[in-house]
């Protein structure tokens, strides 16, 4: 798909998925050795949801958007989006 691609008025189900560092303690693990417990990893992050869009706007520019919105929490960090779906739903809910 483009990266250009500009998406049209409408309503739209969306579906992202990405992906960040973060450090990993095992649950229940004692104050004392929790710094030795602790391990690097990444983790993931999956959100979907639906919008109306009223105006025009490039593809980047919406997923950017929608990824800052729901990793507002991870500010600093290096995020990788690895899926953007959007798909576009008629008057009835029905995507097309």
């Given at each position: ?11 739209y ?5 990405v992906?960040f ?27 979907s ?6 105006e ?19 500010t600093?960090?290096d ?18």
């Open positions: 798909m483009d990266a250009a691609q500009i998406i049209e008025p409408g309503c189900d969306y579906d992202i998925k992906q560092p973060s450090v990993y303690i095992p649950e229940h693990t004692p104050p004392a050795f929790r710094n030795a417990a602790a391990y690097e990893t990444t983790r993931t992050r999956h959100v949801g639906q919008f109306d869009l009223t025009h706007i490039g593809r980047k520019v919406l997923r950017d958007h929608l990824v800052r919105r729901h990793c507002d929490d991870l600093g960090v995020v990788q989006v690895s899926r953007f779906d959007l798909t576009r739903v008629d008057a009835t809910g029905d995507a097309r």
